[in-house]
């Protein structure tokens, strides 16, 4: 029996234009701190907030994204956010303060708030539902591989040809996302009888996807670990004297991804989620711990490969399993919950992790991290893993 195809022309094309827009994230998340400390002589808490309030707006915006796609339509909802998106990475030259940029990042969160939320939308409508855990694991790929590239072309054209080029190309990489998005043909899923009443009136319900809340809270916990990744893995890095081999950390990381992505999104699809989430799990811990252990640059290089290995899987995993536990029509509404969770998550993380940096040694905090990914099988469990066992079972029952 044949597979159904996967790699159409407008899922390349989906996963391209989020390339761009995650490209533009990562690429400004380095860069806008360092310019708001030098050339707008900022404080360093003024400085972070740049990041803190990106990701508020997201959060806030994404639940009404979701009920936007069910009134205006998909293809409405993306060209409004990404027009957002691209008016706001253009005006990047134009604030003369902290506060003005400020709200600036306010209204270029909101424009990537929605996007995310209505890109991972369509994809899991053009991803067939036999494949679509090997088909959301590429297309998160697309996120990882900006993650690389992004902070690493960002410093560069920083330092290398200064500030109104670093604005540029910010506003080019938007516009990128913008030009791709237009070719991208939507597949027609009927709404049904429930979604057509929801428009008339005001319900919660409407607002978050409730079966995508479970696999959400396990994320946002795993998401509170990889914050620290996020945040101060390039500073561990440089108090153990491995500054020369920190910006590997994220192209090992990348790699692994590449190499395995193949096998897991496949695996996932014939044996289950739990096949591959524990094992990962366990995997993202030794990763955990050997970075807490580490004191040379290879031994920094494995503890990014299994780390990509097991955070890299799971997250694709999680946003495949919220979107599979929604109706067709509501997978907008799950996406939106999910990635609003998540999100919290890696927010309270960087604050949690921040504060216990400033009392702990990185390596302590690492290993820390690494036994609360251990407990996070129990979470999994609860939450959904025990689910998922169920639900196999009597898939197997039925076959037998």
């Excluded at 939320?117 to 088909?135: F, K, N």
């Excluded at 009136?201 to 995508?212: G, R």
Aim: proline share 3%.
């Amino acid at each position: 029996m044949t597979k159904p195809k996967l790699w159409t022309k407008d899922f390349l094309l989906v996963s391209i234009s989020n390339l761009f827009l995650f490209l533009t994230f990562y690429y400004l998340l380095v860069t806008l701190p360092v310019y708001a400390l030098q050339e707008m002589q900022a404080k360093a808490s003024e400085a972070g907030l740049l990041i803190t309030v990106f990701l508020i707006a997201a959060i806030i915006i994404r639940p009404f994204a979701g009920k936007a796609m069910s009134i205006l339509g998909k293809r409405k909802v993306l060209f409004i956010s990404l027009i957002i998106f691209f008016a706001s990475s253009a005006l990047y030259f134009f604030p003369a303060s902290i506060h003005t940029l400020l709200i600036l990042r306010f209204f270029h969160g909101i424009g990537f708030g929605i996007a995310t939320t209505v890109c991972g939308t369509i994809v899991a409508d053009l991803i067939p539902s036999s494949r679509r855990g090997e088909g959301m694991g590429y297309y998160i790929m697309s996120s990882n591989l900006a993650m690389v590239l992004g902070p690493f072309l960002g410093l560069t054209i920083m330092n290398q040809w200064g500030k109104e080029t670093m604005f540029t190309i910010s506003a080019l990489f938007a516009f990128c996302t913008l030009v791709f998005s237009i070719f991208i043909k939507l597949p027609n899923i009927q709404p049904t009888k429930e979604s057509v009443t929801s428009k008339q009136s005001f319900n919660l319900k409407d607002y978050f996807e409730a079966s995508a809340i479970r696999i959400s809270i396990v994320a946002a916990l795993f998401a509170i670990v990889y914050s620290s990744i996020l945040s101060f893995v390039s500073v561990y890095a440089k108090d153990l004297g491995l500054q020369t081999v920190a910006n590997f950390f994220f192209v090992i990381y990348a790699l692994v991804l590449l190499l395995t992505r193949p096998f897991t999104g496949r695996w996932y699809d014939r044996y289950g989620a739990n096949i591959i989430i524990y094992p990962c799990i366990i995997c993202f811990a030794i990763g955990m711990y050997i970075l807490s252990q580490t004191t040379t640059s290879a031994v920094f290089l494995i503890a990014a490969a299994l780390i990509g290995l097991g955070w890299g899987t799971l997250f694709p995993s999680f946003q495949t399993i919220a979107i599979q536990e929604a109706s067709p029509e509501r997978r907008g509404l799950a996406t939106a919950t999910f990635l609003s969770i998540f999100d919290f998550g890696i927010g309270l993380g960087s604050f949690i992790i921040g504060l216990a940096a400033a009392n702990v040694k990185f390596s302590s905090l690492y290993f820390y991290c690494s036994l609360f990914i251990l407990l996070g099988i129990g979470f999994y469990y609860l939450l959904h893993g025990k689910r998922e066992t169920i639900s196999v079972n009597k898939e197997q029952a039925r076959n037998a």
